[in-house]
């Protein structure tokens, strides 16, 4: 096979793989509050028990790029 080949057959399954990984995303940001809960999990347990304790959001866009990016590695 020529090299040009190669390249149209690489950039199919980038494609693929690019698509397969952007559809998971989606449906993992369906359920991003489940997901990040389930991750959360043991650190609020840890928590529970001290006063004054809890997570915050130190920027303004902070807490949907927390759900984007545990949609993403969870969609991976």
Known sequence: ????DHLIELR???MWAIG???VAFLI???FKERI???LVHP???IFEG???RHLIY???TEAFFTYVKVSFWAGL
């Open 20 to 22: 397969a990984v952007l």
């Open 58 to 60: 130190t920027g303004l």
């Open 1 to 4: 096979m020529p090299l040009l």
């Open 50 to 52: 001290q006063t004054g």
């Open 12 to 14: 199919n399954r980038l």
């Open 28 to 30: 993992c940001y369906q």
């Open 36 to 38: 990040y809960g389930f």
């Open 43 to 45: 650190l609020a347990v």
